[in-house]
């Protein structure tokens, strides 16, 4: 299989909203909330974003204010170049700065695809990339999973079926399911890849908020793999999702591509914000912040898992991810969770039906829960309106 790159700007048909207006009803105020991975703003680190800004503000307002470079300030690429792996070598040349990882996904999206190609995805997998894919006219395939994500034999098979453009994957703390890759398996996957040709989006929002286990390089570091990898990161959920920046880290033809797609969606990023962001990488400690942070997102975490365990009947199962953001529930019986969501609005407490994270053949007893939003006080709660609504 050659490895190619070809640009589309064609959309597909229309797809359809699959969680409807659920997050309209989240605005009453009585509503305990499980379904945004939403980061708690409390935690936000204010002073010193604030004086990141008050900086650039003083000291480089016109350049801030005005147009700026497609890949972006390179003081930023700078910075987000040391945040990566080192055992993925990388420098501000590698960088495409994006407003936020999603747009990433979405340039990902507009670059390669055609209407008709397929993207691989895991089953159950992020929902909005899931949009942006169809959006652009592709086509879904979803690949079995296990506890540790992708199954390389079913990967293998499924690009000799279908003969991808790319494969989307988020190796960490995966949105919905919580799962983390393990080290043999990204290599069993790098190797698949490397040896088709087959394009990778690595999606990593959530890496940096891990409570146990050790780091694992991403795919992308694998001995080949960069060329032929899109790495997405995002600032959204360890400094503020508001400012809407992220990066996109490429070499080679995927690079020139992206840039292009970049330039023609949006132009450039916000430079004000890029160069905010930058002050806050270079003059503030981020490690230090995101340990803050991690400490309560731990108990949160625990709080949620416990109190799943505690309610759910025995058919049940519930992943107690490493880090991140979601809980994954399968019920492993006949309730459908679609239907079980209006009444649990009813008693004061949403989350996202699991169906709508699936490519196909949806597991419609699965859902999704984000914990870190709310208090372990207000998890328990939840919690116990949710088991009425399950009793009802």
């Not at 708690?40 to 204010?65: K, P, T, W, Y």
């Not at 949009?131 to 079995?144: D, I, W």
């Not at 790319?166 to 490397?194: C, D, H, Q, W």
């Not at 508001?242 to 995927?254: C, H, S, V």
Request: glycine share 8%.
């Amino acid at each position: 299989m050659t490895f190619q790159f070809p640009i589309s700007s064609r959309f597909g048909a229309e797809p359809a909203d699959p969680v409807g207006d659920l997050f309209s009803v989240l605005s009453r105020g009585d509503i305990i909330s499980f379904a945004g991975g939403i980061p708690d703003g409390a935690l936000f680190a204010f002073d010193d974003v604030r004086a990141s800004f008050e900086h650039v503000l003083a000291h480089n307002a016109r350049r801030a204010l005005q147009y700026g470079s497609t890949p972006g300030e390179p003081e930023l690429r700078e910075a987000a170049a040391a945040l990566l792996d080192p055992q993925l070598p990388t420098t501000a040349g590698h960088i495409q700065v994006t407003s936020g990882s999603q747009e990433g996904i979405y340039l990902a999206a507009q670059a390669l695809l055609s209407p008709g190609d397929v993207v691989l995805v895991e089953e159950p997998t992020y929902l909005a990339a899931v949009q942006a894919f169809g959006l652009n006219g592709a086509r879904m395939v979803g690949v079995p999973a296990d506890a540790e994500g992708m199954l390389p034999a079913a990967l293998a098979a499924a690009i000799e079926e279908h003969d991808p453009k790319f494969v989307y994957l988020i190796p960490n703390f995966a949105n919905p399911s919580g799962k983390t890759m393990g080290r043999r398996r990204r290599e069993a996957i790098a190797a698949i890849l490397l040896a088709t040709g087959v394009a990778l989006v690595e999606d990593d929002p959530y890496g940096q908020l891990r409570f146990s286990g050790e780091p694992l390089p991403p795919i992308a570091s694998w001995e080949g793999m960069a060329r032929q990898t899109i790495l997405l990161n995002s600032m959204s959920k360890v400094m503020a999702p508001g400012l809407r920046i992220g990066w996109m880290r490429t070499e080679g033809p995927l690079q020139k591509i992206l840039g292009i797609a970049k330039s023609a969606v949006t132009l450039q990023s916000p430079a004000l914000n890029q160069l905010a962001v930058a002050h806050y990488l270079t003059h503030y400690d981020l490690d230090a912040h995101i340990a803050r942070v991690v400490v309560p997102y731990r108990e949160r975490r625990d709080a949620m898992h416990a109190g799943l365990l505690r309610m759910l009947p025995p058919t049940a199962s519930v992943t107690r991810p490493d880090g991140g953001m979601f809980c994954w529930v399968r019920l492993g019986d006949d309730t459908d969770t679609a239907a079980l969501l209006p009444r649990a609005v009813e008693e004061g407490v949403a989350f996202v039906p699991g169906w709508s994270f699936y490519a196909s053949d949806p597991d419609r007893s699965t859902m999704r829960l984000s914990y870190v939003t709310n208090s372990p006080e207000t998890i328990t709660e939840g919690l116990a309106r949710l088991a009425i609504a399950l009793e009802r």
